[in-house]
């Protein structure tokens, strides 16, 4: 969901790990050169899921951390995303989402708030959260190193970074 805290978890974690993290929204930003809000208003949702396909089919993400769009679900390419990561779901409650939101937590970014509404946005996705997530990390009321230790512990870490069964993570 927005404001469920990819971005600045996957650059903790990222850190952490001493591997490449890579923010899909970002990376977007800058080959497209317009923001996530201005690529959906002048290209469409539909054109900018094609573009996020198109990113995710075109780049091995096998040793990095990756930081997917919230809208990611609703794309061709969880199955892709399957077989080069491990997909961890920062669950974070309706409540908490909705008191981050408030405060203008990268509302900019959130078009399909106003499409499809709060309540509506976040139980479709939650509902696909869950069918996909590899590992789910309870998030409420944890801080970033909190949760980033959950996630080294669920998807495994050895010496030698990321257990080689697991080679990554995708939050």
């Given at each position: ?125 939650t509902r696909l959260y869950k069918k996909w997530a590899t590992y789910t990390i309870n998030c409420d009321n944890k801080n970033v190193a909190t949760i980033v230790r959950e996630i080294i512990s669920k998807v495994g870490y050895n010496s030698k970074g990321i257990d080689s069964a697991r ?5």
């Amino acid at each position: 969901m927005p404001a469920s805290g990819k971005s600045t978890v996957g650059k903790q974690l990222a850190k952490t790990l001493d591997i490449p993290l890579i923010d899909i929204d970002s990376e977007m930003e800058h080959l497209e050169g317009m923001s996530m809000s201005e690529m959906i208003a002048t290209k469409g949702a539909e054109e900018t899921l094609a573009i996020e396909t198109s990113f995710i089919r075109n780049k091995d993400l096998h040793g990095m951390v990756v930081s997917t769009p919230g809208s990611i679900v609703y794309n061709d390419v969880l199955d892709v995303l399957r077989e080069q990561t491990c997909i961890v779901w920062l669950n974070v409650t309706k409540q908490m989402i909705a008191k981050r939101l408030d405060t203008g937590v990268n509302r900019r970014r959130i078009i399909a708030l106003e499409q499809k509404g709060f309540d509506t946005l976040f139980d479709e996705r939650t509902r696909l959260y869950k069918k996909w997530a590899t590992y789910t990390i309870n998030c409420d009321n944890k801080n970033v190193a909190t949760i980033v230790r959950e996630i080294i512990s669920k998807v495994g870490y050895n010496s030698k970074g990321i257990d080689s069964a697991r080679q990554r993570s995708m939050l």
